[in-house]
């Protein structure tokens, strides 16, 4: 099934030319990415906020399949997806099923990633009070 989506990347971060550079890395592993065809972008300008640069892009896309959408979304992070073709989305409750219990393995790797960090963050801080 062929999904069209309009969605916006945000970027982050200073210095300004990480922010940008960041932003072509991005744009550059989409445009590379199987199953994934880029119709239409528009980079805003970078700006300064504050202490930090933003920058992001407005994309149009072509996925397809709904698995390419989910990689997307997880992958890249976007701050907002939306969904132009198909207008209705019809499944089997397998397949509905699956796409949930992919969308969980991904959710419960994120939740390990962030658990280990964290736990590295606690030792490395007790290293440091240890030396203080």
Request: charged share 35%.
């Amino acid at each position: 099934m062929e999904i069209q989506i309009k969605a916006i990347i945000e970027i982050l971060g200073k210095p300004k030319e990480h922010v940008e550079e960041t932003l072509k890395k991005v744009l550059n592993e989409l445009s590379e990415r199987k199953g994934v065809t880029v119709l239409h972008k528009e980079v805003a300008e970078t700006k300064e906020l504050e202490k930090f640069f933003s920058t992001y892009v407005d994309l149009e896309l072509k996925l397809d399949e709904l698995d390419n959408l989910i990689d997307f979304c997880f992958d890249f992070l976007p701050s907002s997806v939306e969904i132009l073709k198909p207008e209705k989305i019809n499944m089997e409750s397998h397949a509905f099923a699956e796409y949930m219990n992919d969308l969980l393995a991904k959710l419960h790797q994120h939740s390990m990633i962030i658990r280990n960090l964290h736990a590295e963050n606690i030792a490395m801080k007790e290293k440091l009070g240890e030396k203080n």
